[in-house]
T-cell receptor
Framework: SQQGEEDPQALSIQEGENATMNCSYKTSINNLQWYRQNSGRGLVHLILIRSNEREKHSGRLRVTLDTSKKSSSLLITASRAADTASYFCATDSRWDTGNQFYFGTGTSLTVIP | KAGVTQTPRYLIKTRGQQVTLSCSPISGHRSVSWYQQTPGQGLQFLFEYFSETQRNKGNFPGRFSGRQFSNSRSEMNVSTLELGDSALYLC?????????????FGPGTRLLVL
């Protein structure tokens, strides 16, 4: 399986704190994306980082990518109760001809008001 | 623009039955992918369609099939349902097939097999 892993599996923080979650993957990639999922609903795209990028920002989100370690991290700054959700990283594979994504196992984030 | 829509949202079936799920992509999007999400296996790729052609298929048995119509709407079918097919089925659409394109997900169809 090319499914990645995320760490930690669950994270609980106070509102206003920063949340960091990590993702490791197994294959050579073109892109890595982060998604959010609220309570078993659809996935919401957060940010995409290309394999030739090391860091990317979007609002309160900061993503880093280390292709040598096959890992990425997502930092959410100044967290809010509305950030409570599961977060997934998704990678493509440089070797796939199609446009499929391999998702990590997810980190469940709880932000306590 | 309306987002990706999936119907039905919830479905209860019994073992041995078959089921058809529908996905309408964002207007103008021609690529549709399907994923299965279960607590045990997480999110797993089922198949991808572009311009009515299946481009890619995940590691699922032949009971899982799909198709795409000329208006880019897609259906997936699961025959001879098993208890393990209980899952959230998610559909995603994108404009084309570039791997750097954002895939927009629908709300999913939650299937329960009894």
């Amino acid at each position: 399986s090319q499914q990645g892993e995320e760490d930690p599996q669950a994270l609980s923080i106070q509102e206003g704190e920063n949340a960091t979650m990590n993702c490791s993957y197994k294959t050579s990639i073109n892109n890595l994306q982060w998604y959010r999922q609220n309570s078993g609903r659809g996935l919401v795209h957060l940010i995409l980082i290309r394999s030739n990028e090391r860091e990317k920002h979007s609002g309160r989100l900061r993503v880093t990518l280390d292709t040598s370690k096959k890992s990425s991290s997502l930092l959410i700054t100044a967290s809010r109760a509305a950030d409570t959700a599961s977060y997934f990283c998704a990678t493509d594979s440089r070797w796939d001809t199609g446009n499929q994504f391999y998702f990590g196992t997810g980190t469940s984030l709880t932000v306590i008001p | 623009k309306a987002g990706v829509t999936q119907t039905p949202r919830y479905l209860i079936k019994t073992r041995g039955q078959q089921v058809t799920l529908s996905c309408s992509p964002i207007s103008g999007h021609r690529s549709v992918s399907w994923y299965q999400q279960t607590p045990g296996q997480g999110l797993q790729f089922l198949f991808e369609y572009f311009s009515e052609t299946q481009r890619n298929k995940g590691n699922f048995p032949g009971r899982f099939s799909g198709r795409q119509f000329s208006n880019s709407r897609s259906e997936m079918n699961v025959s001879t349902l098993e208890l393990g097919d209980s899952a959230l089925y998610l559909c995603a659409s994108s404009w084309g097939t570039d791997k750097s394109e954002t895939q927009y997900f629908g709300p999913g169809t939650r299937l329960l097999v009894l």
